[in-house]
């Protein structure tokens, strides 16, 4: 069973950073497309960011371009959410979310909550101005 352990969030001001860690256990497959999405009060789940776990493909959305990173520590079985920049639209629960994949796929398809059927539990982001 796919398990996943989100941490690192925290408050912060307009301008700082913070790195979200997610640890997964119970992999079977060979790849998977990991993502990070994000739910602020009232709005509806929305994706953040993507990486297969194969061959290292990153995804992004519009508004986090350029300031937040994802990457992967195969190693670990864990991915990261590196955010720099951050404003105040950024603060949301952000969650990780996994899937499985062929190797030679690409994430790029899975934009949906629903297309991931694994979940973490989530971390507080809050950026105040």
């Known amino acids: 069973q796919v398990q996943l352990v989100e941490s690192g969030g925290g408050s912060v001001q307009t301008g700082g950073s913070l790195r979200l860690s997610c640890a997964a256990s119970?992999?079977?497959?060979?790849?998977?497309?990991m993502g990070w999405f994000r739910q602020a009060p009232g709005k509806e789940r929305e994706g953040v960011a993507r990486?297969?776990?194969?061959?290292?493909?990153?995804y992004y959305a519009d508004s986090v371009k350029g300031r937040f990173t994802i990457s992967q520590d195969n190693a670990k079985n864990t991915v990261y959410l590196q955010m720099n920049s951050l404003k105040p639209d950024d603060t949301a629960m952000y969650y990780c979310a996994s899937r499985e994949v062929y190797a030679t796929s690409w994430c790029d398809e899975y934009r949906e909550p629903a297309s991931f059927p694994y979940w973490g539990k989530g971390t507080q982001v809050t950026v105040s101005s």
């Open positions: 119970g992999y079977t497959y060979s790849s998977y497309c």
């Open positions: 990486i297969h776990t194969g061959h290292g493909s990153t």
